[in-house]
């Protein structure tokens, strides 16, 4: 159980255009969604949170406009990356929770992104 | 906010010896305190959790206990194997979590 999807697993996009990376929990509902950031050989940075059918609460310093984060659904949240620039190229990581054990955060296995 | 300093940064241990990984944090709030094992190019697994109710949980070869009141934990891998080579996050908060900087664990045959 506590299945979380990430599509897709890799992209490449070029500088300017926009991406959008799709978050699905498989075999629970996700009421709270999460949107890290990894750049290689560092920790996870927390981007925003989502509770579905509500606007995301995102971290200081990330911007909202750049990164659109949208819970539609209790199974589905997306990362839309508009005007990506190389310096977004990172391992962008989601993971969902339920309310039946909101500490427990199951990931996704992220989704490599590189702006050419 | 929460801070999370994690220690040692990388570890490297012979087959069959143990591993301890260690974790302080700063906001006393925080109640719960997991550890991710992340493969390379791979999302984060959740390995154990601790809760504050709690000083200490195990789970066949790995461990974590808890001080709230000096604000540490720590994860113990007994019997390591080749396999649990791979880098370890500790984490702290509640719903909402911050990371430590991830410990490299390797694993000598």
């Known amino acids: 159980g506590a299945v979380v999807s990430q599509h897709p697993s890799r992209v490449i996009c070029k500088s300017g255009t926009s991406v959008k990376i799709e978050c699905r929990s498989l075999?629970?509902?996700?009421?709270?969604m999460f949107w890290y950031r990894q750049f290689p050989k560092q920790s996870l940075m927390l981007m925003a949170t989502?509770?579905?059918?509500?606007?995301?609460?995102?971290e200081q310093g990330v911007e909202k406009d750049k990164f659109l984060i949208n819970h539609a659904s209790l199974t589905l949240s997306t990362l839309t990356v508009t005007s990506a620039h190389p310096e977004d190229s990172s391992f962008y990581i989601c993971?969902?929770?339920?309310?039946?054990?909101?500490?427990?955060?199951?990931f996704g296995p992220g989704t490599r992104l590189t702006v050419t | 906010g929460e801070n999370v300093e994690q220690h040692p940064s990388t570890l490297s241990v012979q087959e069959g010896d143990s591993a301890v990984i260690k974790c302080t944090y700063s906001?006393?709030?925080?109640?719960?305190f997991p550890w991710y094992k992340q493969e390379l190019g791979k999302g984060p697994q959740l390995i154990i959790d601790i809760r504050s109710n709690v000083g200490e949980k195990k789970d066949q070869r790995i461990a974590v206990t808890l001080n709230k009141t000096a604000k540490h934990f720590s994860l113990h891998i007994t019997e390591t194997q080749p396999e649990d080579s791979a880098v370890y996050f500790c984490?702290?908060?509640?719903?909402?979590?911050?990371f430590g900087a991830g410990t490299t664990v390797t694993v000598r045959a």
């Open positions: 984490a702290a908060g509640d719903y909402k979590l911050s």
């Open positions: 075999d629970f509902q996700a009421t709270t």
């Open positions: 989502s509770n579905e059918g509500s606007k995301a609460t995102y």
């Open positions: 906001d006393s709030a925080s109640n719960y």
């Open positions: 993971s969902a929770s339920s309310s039946t054990s909101p500490y427990e955060q199951y």
